[in-house]
Structure formats: C-alpha cells, structure tokens
C-alpha cells in the first residue's frame, strides 16, 4: 500500500519560509512524477511545483515561481516543497501527490494525473 504522509506545515509570517516534506511507503522514487498541490479555503486544489524525473522537467504555477522549490532525497523516498517569501495568499492546505507514470510539462500540474495523495498539511501565513 503506498502511502505519503506530509509534514512541516504551521504558522509563519509574511515574508518568512518552511519547507514541507512528503516522506512516502510503498513507493519507489525511481521513475516518477511528484506533485504539490494547495487548496485555499473556499477554492479548488490547484497544482503549485511539479517534478517528473522521465523528462526532468518542473513545473510552478505562476503565483510561487521564484519563491518556491521542489526536491527530492531518492534514498529517503521524501520529497521537499521549500517555500520562501510566503505571502498571505499562500494560506492552503498544502497535499504531495505522486505517481509512477512519467508526465509531461503540460500536464504535470493537473490533480488527474496522479494515483496517489497525501493527507495535506495546513500552511497559514498571517502575521
């Protein structure tokens, strides 16, 4: 059973930073795909930074480019979502999502494209 359990979400002023991670089981990141999605209170889930390791391209939602970045500890099978800069509108709950599948740029930002969803982590920014 594959599971993705996240971690590091809080409290955090404006301007200031955390860095989520999304330790999984059950999940090998050998070929794969690793997606952050957030969904603000009231709003649809929408995906924020995206990573495919088959093409080794990266998408950002235009909101957190600059400001926000992906990575991953193979070994560890735990991927990170650093955030700097945090505004109030990054207040979400924040959700990683994997999937086996090698995605495209195009697509790599869309919630249907993966098979497997973490718990979500609440991030409030607000001072």
């Given at each position: 059973?594959?599971?993705?359990?996240?971690s590091?979400?809080?409290?955090?002023?404006?301007?200031?930073?955390?860095?989520?991670?999304c330790?999984?089981?059950?999940?090998?990141?050998?070929?794969y795909?690793?997606?952050?999605?957030?969904?603000?209170?009231?709003?649809?889930?929408?995906?924020?930074?995206?990573?495919?390791?088959?093409?080794?391209?990266?998408?950002?939602?235009?909101?957190?480019?600059?400001?926000?970045t992906?990575s991953?500890?193979?070994?560890?099978?735990?991927?990170?979502?650093?955030?700097?800069?945090?505004?109030?509108?990054?207040t979400?709950?924040?959700?990683?999502?994997?999937?086996?599948r090698?995605?495209?740029?195009?697509?790599?930002?869309?919630?249907?494209?993966?098979?497997?969803?973490?718990?979500?982590?609440?991030?409030?920014?607000?001072?």
């Open positions: 059973e594959v599971q993705l359990v996240e590091g979400g809080g409290l955090v002023q404006p301007g200031g930073s955390l860095r989520l991670s330790a999984a089981s059950g999940f090998t990141f050998d070929d795909a690793i997606g952050w999605f957030r969904q603000p209170p009231g709003m649809e889930r929408e995906g924020v930074v995206c990573f495919s390791s088959g093409s080794g391209d990266t998408y950002y939602s235009d909101s957190v480019k600059g400001r926000f992906i991953t500890d193979n070994a560890k099978d735990t991927a990170f979502l650093q955030m700097n800069s945090l505004k109030p509108e990054d979400a709950v924040y959700f990683c999502a994997a999937t086996s090698n995605l495209i740029l195009s697509t790599m930002g869309l919630m249907g494209e993966y098979n497997y969803w973490g718990q979500g982590t609440q991030v409030t920014v607000s001072s």
